[in-house]
């Protein structure tokens, strides 16, 4: 889980619901709903599902045209954190902050499970 040395140094990571916890705990497969298609990773657990979202995050980082912000001015914020998240290599700071993005066209994320039998 999330240590707290991590939510104090990421506003954003504070503002993880408390359920995502378990939900990550839980393997399923996490779905990049982007615009030319969707992107789908099997995930076993916590570092894994942050692990794909950094990859997802280092895909899009850059490049304008990947994220839809009101304002132009959140738009160079919005970048500016990807590229520190990046650098800092933050595999969960990336899944909050795709995560915090889900509300946006082509930026949806959700992780699907399985049935038990």
């Known amino acids: 889980m999330l240590s707290s040395k991590t939510q104090a140094k990421d506003p954003l990571v504070s503002r993880m619901p408390k359920y995502l916890g378990r939900r990550l705990a839980t393997p399923g497969i996490l779905v990049f709903k982007e615009k030319h298609g969707n992107r789908y990773f099997v995930c076993n657990n916590e570092e894994e599902y942050c ?32 590229k520190e998240i990046i650098a800092a290599n933050d595999n969960v700071a990336a899944y909050v902050f795709l995560h915090s993005r889900s509300d946006w066209e082509y930026e949806d994320m959700e992780i699907e499970y399985g049935e038990e039998f």
């Open 51 to 82: 692990r794909a979202s950094m990859k997802v995050l280092k895909d899009r980082s850059g490049e304008k045209h990947c994220w839809y912000f009101d304002d132009p001015d959140d738009l160079d914020t919005g970048i500016t954190r990807a």
